[in-house]
């Protein structure tokens, strides 16, 4: 179980590194930006994760395979970010697939530190939309994960699917990838359909607040 969740860490990291790498292709970065954006995006859940159950040195720091992965990741979309493009909706996809690795390898980590699955869900939950958050935010736009078809949803369903199997005490490995299938398919066809959660209605037309909230 160790090895798979590596595996599927190391993956993870890659596909979201390509993800946050894609995105500041399309934005016009530098490769310096572009190898910035990517590190983020691959990484940021997990430190924090990682710190909120004490375990450090985080390993994004500690083990040489995370920056490696990223920094190749960056430099493979930055040379051949054509080629990506003709992806259908690239960034996205890269996304989806990091979100479900994440999801389930950050509640796997945190079962493993102990932690109770309710908790250990929502730490995989956390560790899937964290590096999202912090590549949006350095570009200057609303997160994901706060405006898009369902994102954090998915991803805490994923999640769930580990941390109950964990408590039914059901083989881990079905579980983590039948977690990942949950969280990816639930991504995509949010993507494909629409799906998102209900939005709040607005005084106006303009998104200004009230008056009396202003």
């Keep these: 179980m160790d090895i798979l969740v590596l595996v599927l860490d190391l ?14 292709v399309r934005r016009r970065l530098d490769l310096f930006g572009v190898l910035v954006l990517a590190f983020a995006a691959a990484t940021a859940g997990g430190m924090t994760r990682d710190v909120l159950i004490g375990a450090t040195p985080v390993a994004a720091l500690s083990d040489w395979r995370y920056p490696a992965i990223t920094l190749a990741a960056g430099l493979i979309t930055f040379v051949w970010a054509p080629l990506i493009e003709r992806l259908q909706q690239p ?11 994440f999801a389930v390898v950050g509640t796997q980590k945190a ?3 102990g932690i109770d699955p309710p908790m250990a869900a929502a ?4 560790t899937g939309i964290g ?3 912090a590549r949006d ?6 997160p994901l994960v706060l405006r898009a078809e369902l994102y954090a949803v ?14 039914l005490q059901w083989p881990p490995a079905p579980c983590a990838i039948a977690g990942a299938l949950l969280c990816f398919g639930l991504r995509m066809m949010a993507l494909r359909f629409g799906w998102q959660l209900p939005v709040a209605l607005q005084s106006g037309g303009d998104g200004e607040p009230p008056d009396a909230m202003r």
Excluded: E, Y
């Design 11 to 24: 993956v993870g990291t890659f596909v979201f590194a390509l993800s946050g790498a894609m995105l500041g």
């Design 91 to 101: 960034v996205r996809m890269f996304d989806a697939m990091g979100l479900a690795l």
């Design 111 to 113: 079962l493993d530190f």
């Design 123 to 126: 730490l995989g939950m956390l």
């Design 131 to 133: 590096g999202g958050i």
């Design 137 to 142: 935010v350095l570009m200057a736009q609303v």
């Design 154 to 167: 998915a991803a805490l369903a994923g999640a769930a699917v580990v941390a109950i199997g964990h408590w």
